[in-house]
């Protein structure tokens, strides 16, 4: 898979690009969790979420938020990482003209940083938010959430207990003109650590698979 450097708001940012063959392929943008807890783009479930776009006809970029790897700058509390993920899709897009669906998928601080991106660019047609940190992040700005998406997440998760998953998931099911699908993976934890993992992988799968034959926002 290709090593991809890009320009970003404070310098450049290291991305892995996996294109399809088809010109008018799908695209999807992939986030990871927190700069300063270990998060990189090569952590279990942004790989893996990585890899399942992909083997759904999605070309996918996953990258490192800035002071990562080779990612060049530092920690900026969120504000930073939203315009690294906006120039991330900028790059994406550059590359990918005739694409006819754009999804973003986040894991934890990346959900965060998704669901804000989600805001800005009304071209994202769907999201998949894993393990929100609904508890540590407010989550009020998405008034009104602009596209449909699935929240999922773990009933023994201790990093974001799943009561403010759900409080987070009933305030946006009361806005009109999207459908918030929620689904709780029985016993998995913030990580979805194995046996887990290919359960989440394959609810999100079947999520996006059903969303791209209905074509609904």
Not at 14 to 31: S, T
Not at 105 to 123: D, K, N, T, Y
């Amino acid at each position: 898979m290709p090593e991809v450097i890009f320009p970003g708001p404070e310098g450049r940012l290291e991305g892995r690009y996996h294109p399809q063959k088809e010109r008018d392929a799908p695209i999807a943008i992939v986030l990871h969790p927190h700069p300063q807890f270990g998060g990189t783009m090569n952590n279990k479930v942004v790989y893996n979420l990585h890899y399942a776009f992909y083997n759904m006809g999605f070309t996918v970029l996953r990258f490192n938020f800035r002071g990562v790897g080779r990612s060049q700058g530092e920690y900026d509390q969120g504000v930073g990482e939203l315009s690294d993920a906006a120039s991330a899709l900028d790059y994406l897009q550059s590359m990918n003209n005739n694409s006819k669906h754009c999804w973003v998928a986040g894991f934890s601080f990346g959900s965060w940083i998704g669901m804000q991106l989600l805001m800005r660019r009304p071209e994202i047609t769907g999201f998949i938010s894993v393990s929100p940190p609904a508890n540590m992040y407010d989550f009020s700005f998405l008034a009104p959430c602009p596209s449909s998406g699935l929240i999922i997440n773990g009933t023994s998760d201790r990093v974001a207990p799943p009561a403010d998953t759900v409080n987070l998931v009933n305030k946006l099911h009361e806005q009109k003109g999207i459908t918030i699908t929620h689904q709780e993976i029985e016993g998995a934890d913030h990580f979805f650590q194995e046996p887990h993992m290919d359960h989440m992988i394959g609810n999100v799968s079947d999520y996006v698979k059903r969303r791209l034959t209905e074509n609904t926002r």
